[in-house]
């Protein structure tokens, strides 16, 4: 009884502060926001057994990125950026079909899904750091190791980027 309250609780609050993410206009207010996203994720990992799970996204997501996020934003001057933006009718389209082609998707995923599928391969044990460190290391290397790379690319360009040197015109 306790649990189905507090899932719905902060499913609520998950739902709410991520819409709320979306349509607010200051980007600060929409990192905080997304904090707040996460940490209602993170206490539904907690309702699931997957302590170690939900810490490790409070640490990763809420503790560094978004502070990363926080930070690039208010090092920016985001005030000039706060203007109208002038839609057109094509982009208009172009985003609802791309939003009920995601909804679509989404419902079919959903649909297809079985409740045997829902259930972790091994029972108790899922969600153990043993249980995530075996599959990150055997059956998600590959995607493990690409993300990686990526990342190692995200963070080169952007010491590229931060050190470039305006042209000077003269």
């Known amino acids: 009884m306790v649990q189905d309250i507090l899932f719905y609780?902060?499913?609520?609050i998950a739902i709410v502060s991520a819409v709320a993410m979306v349509l607010h206009k200051?980007?600060?207010y929409s990192v905080l926001l997304l904090i707040l996203t996460l940490f209602s994720l993170a206490?539904?990992?907690?309702?699931?057994?997957?302590p170690?799970?939900?810490?490790?996204?409070i640490i990763v997501y809420a503790g560094a990125i978004v502070v990363l996020f926080l930070f690039v934003i208010m090092l920016l001057d985001m005030k000039k950026d706060l203007e109208p933006v002038r839609w057109r009718r094509l982009s208009r389209i172009l985003a609802a079909c791309a939003g009920l082609a995601f909804l679509i998707?989404?419902?079919l995923v959903?649909?297809?899904?079985?409740?045997q599928a829902l259930m972790a391969e091994s029972g108790d044990f899922?969600?153990?750091v043993e249980q995530v460190g075996l599959l990150l290391f055997t059956r998600y290397l590959l995607p493990f190791e690409i993300a990686s790379i990526l990342l190692l690319v995200a963070i080169i360009g952007v010491v590229v980027?931060?050190?470039?040197?305006p042209l000077v015109q003269g």
């Open 161 to 165: 980027l931060a050190r470039r040197k």
């Open 43 to 50: 206490g539904l990992y907690v309702l699931l057994e997957a």
């Open 9 to 12: 609780l902060f499913s609520g």
């Open 105 to 107: 998707e989404a419902g």
């Open 52 to 57: 170690f799970i939900a810490a490790v996204h």
């Open 26 to 28: 200051n980007p600060v």
């Open 110 to 115: 959903v649909l297809s899904m079985r409740e």
């Open 126 to 128: 899922a969600g153990s």
